[in-house]
């Protein structure tokens, strides 16, 4: 008896920390706490700096919807995961004279993808699916499908998930299939999809390959797609004026669409929900969207503080990097400032980098009666939302946003902190430079470092230059820290400074595999110069 309940118990323990897809894993060491620092806003008064931009967001905003006759618009600056500043204009019912306000309710079509994509990405973390799993496992109509070449690899959920999947784009005739069943969306898979490429090979916006999540969404949870993400998403961040379903808003706070057409505006009729709402069925209020953005901005810096889910940060990270490339762009603005535009798409989320910002992350959302923006810088902590009711509006409204907030001085990005390994090794290289000792020098060095070029050679280059500068005194901090293991200094002289450069190599513990010391200053890379 006791021989049989060990094996028992061995098997039990087994289950639980071998990894299973369907079984959740409850049995796995939690890691240790972390040895970085997260990086930190180093400036205490940038929320005040930034409010200052906010009346010139808002009157840029509102000329922007008398120009373009948007019926009605409502915006939203999103920092630090608060909506801290909100912005509204014109009518969200023109036949009834109803104003916008800060609770109207807005489809944000296309923006849904993001919801869908996070519904993935939960499924994935807990175990019930792949992301390179063959998308026909959950979706067997897809079996049938003919791809282009006979080399063509099966369509995977995360091609799906970046556009990759080699499906045409879609636009506008995806907004139309919002109201098709679940039948009629199982028959169109049956009749067969063309491809424009091979599947993994470009990218090409595809409503279709969304529509395709949600029902993998459906099929995976034993729950329809708004269901499950109502559950598992919406409810959890509190986002309780967003639903696929129209007639679930309040009839007094949702916004009608419209299209201005023969210098009046028409109204759209409203689109339902359906099968393909995974691509566009979305509705909700700027609030409610400020919570969910801020739930994306929350996930930066990587730190060790609890985890408030409904989805890690490691994965809502992971939505925001890019999956697909896209070609890149160069040209200049109307005031002749260099633009660059580079980047793809993530997980429900288009990511570029441009002259001014390394990590832009955004999606937009457009249907008939409606235009729609969310848009956020990760390393800066701010976002922005705009909603219009006319067909197509764009993100007009806050196009300047950035723009406007960074003139204020209080734009500014976390600044990376050095671990405990890099001021230890800044140390040691400062009293190496004040007085050398061979033994220290030994002590500091990667394998490499005198390998490269020989520490006799780099003991003279440094008694150089302190014939040069006199006495040097020892540093109190960092001039900057590109990351936790790369750090500059300078060190005050009696003749000059030194400015000193190291990087730490990937050891335990880390020791010095660069080191640079010069009279002149170092040049580092910026944070999204361009050059023409």
Not at 194 to 200: A, E, H, K, Q, V
């Amino acid at each position: 008896m006791k021989f049989r309940t060990l094996l028992l118990l061995a098997a039990v323990v087994a289950a639980l920390t071998i990894p299973s897809r369907g079984i959740r894993v409850f049995a796995q060491a939690r890691p240790a706490a972390g040895t970085n620092p997260p990086a930190i806003f180093a400036d205490p008064d940038r929320r005040s700096k930034l409010s200052a931009a906010f009346p010139e967001i808002d009157r840029q905003a509102a000329a922007f919807v008398e120009r373009m006759h948007v019926p009605g618009a409502a915006w939203a600056i999103v920092i630090d995961g608060a909506v801290a500043h909100v912005g509204v204009a014109g009518h969200r019912d023109i036949a009834a004279k109803a104003p916008v306000r800060r609770d109207t309710v807005f489809r944000i079509a296309s923006m849904t993808k993001s919801f869908t994509a996070m519904a993935i990405v939960k499924l994935r973390d807990e175990g019930k699916l792949s992301l390179d799993d063959a998308a026909e496992r959950y979706v067997p109509e897809l079996k049938s499908l003919r791809y282009p070449s006979s080399d063509s690899p099966r369509i995977t959920i995360r091609h799906l998930l970046s556009h990759a999947e080699g499906f045409p784009e879609d636009n506008p005739w995806g907004d139309q299939q919002l109201a098709a069943t679940e039948a009629q969306l199982s028959e169109m898979v049956r009749k067969g999809i063309p491809f424009s490429n091979t599947p993994g090979v470009a990218y090409e916006y595809s409503n279709y390959g969304f529509a395709l999540l949600g029902r993998i969404v459906t099929n995976v949870s034993g729950t329809p797609y708004r269901d499950y993400v109502a559950e598992a998403i919406l409810r959890p961040l509190g986002m309780k004026s967003t639903t696929l379903e129209p007639g679930a808003v309040p009839k007094d706070r949702i916004a009608r669409g419209y299209r201005w057409e023969d210098n009046i505006w028409k109204e759209e009729p409203p689109l339902p929900d359906g099968a393909f709402g995974a691509m566009g069925g979305m509705l909700t209020s700027l609030d409610d969207l400020g919570r969910y953005v801020g739930t994306f901005l929350a996930a930066w810096p990587p730190r060790d503080e609890p985890e408030p889910g409904p989805v890690s940060r490691a994965s809502l990270r992971e939505m925001q990097q890019i999956w697909r490339s896209r070609p890149a762009s160069a040209g200049l603005t109307s005031a002749g400032k260099p633009q660059l535009n580079a980047g793809g798409y993530g997980f429900g989320l288009r990511i570029s980098q441009t002259c001014d910002f390394n990590h832009v992350v955004a999606h937009s959302g457009g249907l008939p009666g409606f235009g729609t923006l969310m848009q956020w810088l990760p390393e800066y902590g701010v976002g922005v939302i705009a909603f219009g009711n006319l067909t197509y509006t764009g993100g007009g409204a806050v196009a300047n946003a950035f723009e406007l907030l960074a003139k204020t001085g209080g734009l500014q990005p976390r600044m990376p902190q050095p671990s405990d390994a890099l001021v230890q090794a800044r140390d040691a290289v400062s009293r190496l430079i004040m007085k050398w000792d061979d033994q220290e020098a030994d002590r500091v060095a990667a394998m490499n470092l005198y390998l490269d070029r020989s520490k006799e050679r780099r003991r003279k280059e440094i008694e150089d230059l302190k014939t040069r500068v006199g006495q040097c005194a020892a540093p109190k901090s960092f001039d900057s820290v590109e990351n936790a293991l790369r750090g500059v200094w300078t060190m005050k002289c009696e003749r000059g400074d030194l400015r000193v450069s190291i990087t730490l190599a990937p050891t335990i513990p880390p020791l010095v595999q660069f080191l640079d010391v010069s009279t002149a200053p170092l040049v580092t890379s910026g944070g999204g110069a361009c050059r023409m």
